[in-house]
């Protein structure tokens, strides 16, 4: 039977290297980006959409999947809180924390008449640490972490499997101005212990492996790709 998988922010870095992988294994796949579509081979479905505007035609589009995979995201320009207007950090929460709790809402209700179903939530190393973004990215990722925890607590005997990936500095068009002239790439790259950036295709790997079954006895994990930085 082919699985089908919701993910956000697919029209561009995890979200579209997620999409890719899980086309090329045969699943079915639904995309939502405000951004273009992908325009991707295989059986691909996608909608424009804005993930601050009210989510019920996500919902008339894509009733039902057997993964959901919160990706979409967005950075704070490593602000701190006497720079970050109250507006700037509840646009932050919205699309951080608020729009993958409200989407995780509507498919755990059906995931549950199926007693089955897997939730991946893209967290981050700012979901754990300080300095992997300014107050609202860190803070929002820091719930999304504790989301993901409570959740997979309050419904591993329903047979819902949940999890966060938490990557350290993903080489995306979210980074692209770390790699302008005068930006963070190399330092940042010099500063990780295996000395490079992660590419977006290493994080949808191990999202295929969560969502394939095979890790059946895990629950709740935060699953870290950040080439040993927060070893430090």
């Given at each position: 039977m082919t699985k089908g998988v919701l993910i956000t922010g697919v029209s561009s870095g995890i979200g579209l290297a997620q999409a890719r992988l899980f086309?090329?294994?045969?699943?079915?796949?639904?995309?939502?980006?405000?951004?273009?579509?992908?325009?991707?081979?295989g059986d691909f479905h996608f909608l424009q959409?804005?993930?601050?505007?009210?989510?019920?035609?996500?919902?008339?589009?894509?009733?039902?999947v057997d993964v959901l995979c919160n990706t979409?995201?967005?950075?704070?320009?490593?602000?701190?809180?006497?720079?970050?207007?109250?507006?700037?950090?509840?646009?932050?929460?919205?699309?951080n924390y608020v729009t993958p709790v409200e989407l995780t809402?509507?498919?755990?209700?059906?995931?549950?008449?199926?007693?089955?179903?897997?939730?991946?939530?893209?967290?981050?190393?700012?979901?754990?640490?300080?300095?992997?973004?300014?107050h609202a990215y860190t803070s929002s990722k820091h719930a999304l972490?504790?989301?993901?925890?409570?959740?997979?607590?309050?419904?591993?005997?329903?047979?819902?499997?949940?999890?966060?990936?938490?990557?350290?500095?993903?080489?995306?068009?979210?980074?692209?101005?770390?790699?302008?002239?005068?930006g963070l790439a190399d330092w940042v790259a010099s500063e990780t212990p295996i000395k490079r950036w992660i590419e977006p295709k290493e994080v949808a790997e191990v999202s295929l492996f969560l969502a394939s079954g095979?890790?059946?006895?895990?629950?709740?994990q935060l699953l870290t790709i950040d080439g040993g930085w927060s070893l430090k």
């Amino acid at each position: 039977m082919t699985k089908g998988v919701l993910i956000t922010g697919v029209s561009s870095g995890i979200g579209l290297a997620q999409a890719r992988l899980f086309l090329e294994k045969g699943y079915q796949v639904f995309g939502v980006d405000q951004g273009a579509d992908p325009q991707l081979p295989g059986d691909f479905h996608f909608l424009q959409r804005d993930l601050t505007l009210d989510l019920t035609p996500i919902f008339d589009w894509c009733p039902e999947v057997d993964v959901l995979c919160n990706t979409a995201g967005v950075l704070d320009d490593y602000k701190p809180l006497l720079e970050q207007s109250a507006q700037e950090i509840q646009e932050i929460f919205e699309i951080n924390y608020v729009t993958p709790v409200e989407l995780t809402r509507h498919y755990l209700t059906q995931m549950m008449e199926k007693k089955q179903g897997i939730i991946i939530n893209m967290c981050s190393i700012a979901s754990s640490l300080a300095g992997g973004g300014g107050h609202a990215y860190t803070s929002s990722k820091h719930a999304l972490a504790g989301f993901t925890k409570q959740l997979a607590l309050d419904y591993a005997e329903a047979g819902i499997q949940v999890f966060g990936i938490a990557p350290g500095a993903v080489k995306t068009g979210m980074t692209a101005a770390d790699f302008e002239p005068g930006g963070l790439a190399d330092w940042v790259a010099s500063e990780t212990p295996i000395k490079r950036w992660i590419e977006p295709k290493e994080v949808a790997e191990v999202s295929l492996f969560l969502a394939s079954g095979k890790s059946s006895a895990m629950q709740g994990q935060l699953l870290t790709i950040d080439g040993g930085w927060s070893l430090k």
